[in-house]
């Protein structure tokens, strides 16, 4: 058994190696085609993009793509935007609502849509300080709130 450990161990070292070594290569390749595509689709590269190390950027750079941008997914671009502005008024983050704000309103959204997604912010962060300030019990919770919900369907039947 001892033997077997080391060989795993030995393996584990030299694909650890191998790793340290070769991806340097590949992953500025990788932030180089995802800054040509960044170009190519927003017309410039943000600086933000430029903050993260080489490693990171086509990673970025396709979460953004593939969920932010994507016309093509279950919520559309102006209810991305709208959460995207609620969560960055909680965080809070300048850069973000002022990003969001402007990303929602080029997506459709209303001065009113605005002002509602900040408020629905608000009261989230409201309800969640003083459940969790409380020490609300979570399952007596989860029993009210089903029980909620389906008094509400009867009703609505």
């Known amino acids: 058994m001892l033997k077997l450990n080391r060989k795993i161990g030995l393996l584990a070292f030299a694909a650890g190696a191998l790793l340290a070594v070769t991806p340097g290569r590949a992953e500025d390749a990788s932030a180089t085609a995802a800054y040509k595509d960044i170009q190519a689709t927003l017309g410039t590269v943000p600086d933000m993009f430029k903050t993260l190390p080489d490693v990171a950027v086509a990673g970025a750079w396709a979460e ?39 990303a929602a309103k080029a997506n459709g959204a209303s001065d009113e849509e605005i002002k509602e997604a900040i408020a ?31 008094a509400v369907k009867a009703k609505s039947q």
């Not at 559309?76 to 402007?102: D, R, W």
Request: charge should be positive.
């Open 120 to 150: 629905m912010a608000a009261i989230v962060r409201h309800w969640s300080t003083m459940l969790n300030g409380s020490q609300v019990d979570l399952a007596t919770f989860k029993k009210q709130t089903d029980d909620l919900f389906a």
């Open 64 to 102: 953004i793509k593939g969920v932010q941008l994507n016309p093509n997914t279950a919520l559309n671009g102006k209810t991305k935007e709208l959460m995207g502005l609620a969560v960055a008024s909680q965080i809070p983050c300048q850069y973000c609502i002022y990003f969001h704000t402007l």
